[in-house]
């Protein structure tokens, strides 16, 4: 492979002792003898720790090693945060916590254990360590799993059965302030990664809002803290030794709890291996200048025109304004992918956004027609893109690198990149994680890797990055299976953002790379600590010249060494209480339960409640909030479903809305809108069934416009109304739409006889127009006729069977007291200038299983078909009059779309299994169905599946279904 600009490799000049031992072996040796033990006393004591630890005992495992267990002995005396490297065996040390309280645990005690990870991905890993090191009881818990609309019975079946609930820092805050669960029920709280308690993190506002509340109160039943980082701070590299003290002591005081650390990384050499840091220098070349003006102003003609359909659309001034933000926030991105990536990778970045595979009716996303508007934006910037990406099947991305820098299309940045990996190309089961800052740069660099690698090194390359951006969302199961696989080796590469530095415990893997930079000491002591394997590298990407950079690696390379020294040379000091002020921020609390909404919590309580409200794909009720700074009140305007229309407060402007929405809460509660527990007071399904003992239907009350469906005597000749409904697909899928005409008694109201909107389906956006063409007057018997149609057509689109239909038309043919709708839907021929805009002929085919067609089909004009007939179980039928038709397997009970006819196939030709394997369609009929195919030379049918038919006004309550996988079958006559 030819370079473009050469890659500098350093290795950094830092001291590592190399383990002689190989570390796997060391796991389960003997307890070897006392070493790095901590140069300072162990604390006196506190008053409320002596009761328990008195009745404590060691539980160690008999592999832990001798700082572990240094570690357990002080962890048992007093509060602790263990400062160790990655991969020294924390977790460890806290399961040997948990083990030494299990007689406290066992049930049916009333106690529990909380062990609190920072991100979902954790919170399975760490579970399965304490299920693998101990006999305790574990439960697992994250968002997904509807933690949010629990109630207090449902938390206290958790708590009765688990000894150990293993969760997200935000689960166990909002259930201390619902007062699902109390501290004082809580005897160990394990904080994994507890750098994270700062400012406003769920990892702090516990400790304030509570534990500290409680030792204020002279409450002493607060549980044992147990803290776990890898680096007790988390800022950028601090100026001065005392700048890193400072940050140390104000995390010791907020968790009550002092630093437990080795004195020097030499002692967790003996037991751990180190990855080698090295630099890895490129120098930063530009794309042609010509071509990122042209590119740029492209793309500012692009914003301005879509900023102009925003002012045209009739969104709310607040929707078109996010709409306005998101634009110029995708602007900017793609200006950074051009400088920092290239045009390429800029255009992977456009096609990714213009998918429709991100769920727009998130709660905080942009309505329809704001999204749709975004979506336009990203889509129309993919076309750019690719203007100016050669194509062709000759052409591919990597075939000269040299010159696709050169043209613009890849950066020298991701040209060292590459270049970086290919060098360990001999390397055996590679295991390697690629850091980077932004969701987007992981997605589109996975998307390159995927299309570079493979040919040139065999390897699988991955991404994985949080769901608070919106691009892709990733489910917990998704991100599981691709760390499995990367356990496993059939992945090779992850191209992650930030939520793979805190935990990840892969021991195979053996190459880190910086692509972007760490913003802070924690985030480069993590990323480097994902390395486990020995003679593992860390590569930092800097670009030639930057001086800064360069200082602040060597800061955080000199890090360590002084936060542990700092930490040892004032473990003698004491914890320091909190300042008032930290833990008595303005709250309203209920004196039944003890649940409180604070000033902080007051905010988000309030869009929960709002989002329970009655609300639809094209409705989301929330909140609306008018600030008066010079008067210095707010007011808060609730949607018209709340019983609360208005609230308005005075106060300091800078916390105006809290304020407000704190009111709302405490307003909200005492009309019985929020509960005791400050939850929202709606209907559950278990208490409807407890209650009424009947099924719950989350449905809301039904509403019939009168102008759709009554009572109608269908003998008699009356006059519809009809209107042409134009349906326009703003995605790709191979089946084309079909315009519809809807006839209606009664004339609609619409503006100027015209109505456009946007409606969201399961892959996209449908533009709908509905435009007023004209009356119809049909007969009584077009009327029974087209009735008949749909009926025949709704209910096996939604039944997807014959069974109840037959019964269905009959009484409609009868007409036995059958409440029959007063609107009409038909077919439209697409001839829009002709009078004969109803397809007739496809209303009538629903005689089809009623009578013999095939006399009446005398004029077969399809040139292909030639009159050639099909023998089907109702008899002969041309073979024209199948195609787009719906057929009935009475062998599968399923109902399949006929798309055409298989010359080329029949009952003795090959059918490939799903094994791999052939077997003769007659043969796979006869033993799957256990039927004989008697016209074995007739050509098979091309059938298709039909679509499962969702509500999408109730999209965020139900389960998408599963499509079949096998979408198109081959079916014999």
């Given amino acids: 492979m030819s370079s473009a600009t050469p890659c500098f490799v350093l290795t950094t000049p830092k001291l590592l002792v190399t383990p002689t031992t190989d570390c796997f072996k060391i796991l389960f040796v003997p307890i070897p003898h006392r070493k790095g033990r901590l140069r300072r006393r162990m604390e006196p004591l506190s008053e409320m720790a002596i009761d328990v630890t008195q009745q404590l005992s060691l539980d160690p495992l008999s592999f832990a090693r001798s700082y572990q267990l240094e570690a357990l002995e002080k962890a048992i005396k007093q509060n602790t945060i263990v400062f160790l490297e990655t991969g020294s065996g924390k977790t460890l040390i806290a399961i040997m916590l948990l083990r030494s309280y299990a007689y406290l645990l066992r049930k049916p005690s009333p106690y529990i254990a909380v062990f609190l990870v920072p991100t979902v991905v954790l919170v399975t890993q760490q579970a399965e360590a304490i299920k693998m090191h101990s006999d305790l009881k574990v439960g697992k818990y994250w968002g997904e799993v509807g933690v949010d609309y629990w109630d207090a019975a449902t938390w206290k079946q958790q708590q009765d059965e688990y000894e150990v609930l293993v969760m997200t820092p935000m689960i166990l ?37 509570f534990y500290h509340r409680q030792l204020q109160s002279n409450n002493y039943q607060v549980p044992r803290i147990f803290g776990m980082t890898a680096s007790p701070i988390k800022a950028k590299d601090s100026s001065s030794v005392s700048a890193y003290w400072k940050q140390i002591r104000e995390l010791e005081n907020l968790m009550n709890s002092k630093v437990y650390t080795c004195v020097s990384e030499s002692v ?19 794309i042609p200048d010509e071509l990122f003006e042209c590119l740029k102003n492209n793309l500012k003609s692009l914003k301005e025109k879509h900023e102009s359909s925003l002012k045209k659309s009739n969104l709310s001034d607040s929707a078109a304004e996010a709409a306005r933000k998101r634009l110029s926030k995708l602007f900017s991105t793609y200006l950074f992918c051009l400088k920092e990536l290239g045009v390429w990778l800029a255009l992977k970045a456009a096609e990714s956004l213009s998918r429709e595979g991100t769920d727009i009716f998130l709660w905080g996303k942009l309505d329809v027609c704001g999204e749709t508007i975004v ?5 129309d910037a993919f076309r750019v893109f690719s203007s100016f990406i050669p194509s062709g099947p000759d052409w591919c991305i990597g075939d000269d690198i040299k010159a696709n820098m050169d043209a613009g299309y890849l950066t020298s940045k991701v040209l060292c990149l590459i270049e970086s990996l290919l060098e360990y190309r001999d390397l055996k089961d590679l295991r390697c994680i690629i850091f980077v800052e932004r969701v987007f740069t992981a997605i589109v660099l996975q998307t390159l890797l995927s299309e570079l690698l493979p040919k040139l090194s065999g390897w699988k390359t991955e991404y994985m990055a949080g769901n608070q951006s919106g691009l892709q969302t990733q489910t917990r199961k998704k991100q599981n299976k691709i760390i499995e696989e990367f356990r496993k080796g059939t992945v090779n590469i992850i191209v992650a953002t930030s939520i793979l530095e805190e935990g990840l415990d892969v021991q195979s893997c053996n190459l880190v790379i910086r692509f972007d930079p760490s913003a802070t000491v924690c985030s480069f002591i993590q990323s480097r600590g994902r390395a486990r394997m020995q003679n593992s590298d860390f590569l930092l990407m800097v670009r030639s010249g930057d001086a800064s950079t360069l200082t602040r690696v060597k800061n955080y390379l000199d890090s360590g060494n002084i936060m542990r020294e700092e930490s040892s040379r004032h473990a003698s000091l004491p914890c320091a209480p909190l300042d008032s002020e930290s833990f008595t921020e303005v709250s309203y609390c209920v004196e039944t339960t003890d649940a409180v909404v604070t000033l902080s919590s007051s905010v988000a309580l309030l869009y929960f409640y ?26 808060l305007y609730l949607p018209k479903s709340c019983p609360i229309q208005t609230v308005s407060v005075q106060g300091n402007v800078k916390i105006l ?29 278990a208490v409807a069934q407890e209650l009424g003992n009947e099924a719950y239907v989350n449905e809301q009350a039904k509403y019939i416009p009168l102008e759709l469906v009554s009572h109608c005597d269908n003998d008699s000749v009356k006059l519809y109304h009809c209107y042409l409904i134009e349906l326009k697909r703003n995605f790709e899928y191979d089946i084309p739409l079909h315009d519809v005409v809807l006839a209606v008694r009664t004339e609609l109201e619409l503006d100027d006889e015209n109505m456009t909107f946007d409606m969201d389906v399961d892959r996209g956006c449908l533009t709908v127009h509905m435009k007023y063409i004209g009356v119809l007057s049909p007969t009584s018997e077009q009327v029974l006729l087209c009735q008949r149609f749909q009926i025949t057509v709704f209910r096996i689109m939604l039944d997807h069977n014959l069974k109840k239909l037959k019964e269905i038309l009959d009484a409609v043919l009868l007409r036995n007291d059958f409440a029959v709708f007063d609107y009409l839907i038909f077919p439209s021929t697409g001839s829009y200038q002709n009078q004969a805009i109803i397809d007739w002929k496809c209303v009538c085919s629903v005689l089809f299983p009623y009578e013999n067609l095939w006399n009446s089909h005398t004029n077969c004009s399809t040139a292909k078909c030639r009159g050639h007939r099909v023998r089907t179980q109702n008899g002969l039928v041309c073979s024209c009059m199948l195609e787009n038709s719906l057929v009935y397997t009475p062998y599968s009970g399923r109902v399949y779309c006929i798309t055409g006819t298989s010359s080329n196939l029949n009952g003795n030709s090959l059918m490939r299994l799903k094994d791999g394997g052939a077997t003769p369609y007659k043969t796979y009929y006869k033993s799957r169905h256990g039927i004989d195919l008697h016209f074995e030379r007739e050509s098979l049918l091309n059938g298709r599946h039909i679509f499962y038919i969702q509500n999408y006004l109730q999209r965020c309550r139900q389960k998408k279904e599963k499509e079949p996988s096998n979408t198109s079958v081959e079916l014999p006559a």
Wanted: some cysteine.
């Fill in 173 to 209: 805050l909002n259930a201390l302030r619902h007062s699902f669960l109390r501290l004082e029920m809580i005897k160990v709280l394990v904080f994994d990664e507890c750098h994270n308690a700062r400012g406003r993190h769920a990892y702090a506002c516990i400790m304030t809002e």
């Fill in 268 to 286: 967790l050499a003996e037991y751990i291996p180190f990855s080698t840091p090295k630099l890895k220098i490129y120098k930063h070349v530009d």
């Fill in 375 to 379: 979506r336009d934006y990203s889509l």
């Fill in 610 to 635: 709002c989002s329970r409200l009655p609300s639809d794909g094209y409705f989301k009720p929330s909140p609306r909030c008018v600030i008066d700074k010079e008067l210095g009140v707010c007011t």
């Fill in 657 to 685: 809305k809290q304020l407000a929405c704190l009111e709302a809460c405490k307003q909200l509660h005492q009309i019985g809108a929020l509960t005791d527990n400050l939850v929202p007071d709606v209907v559950e399904e």
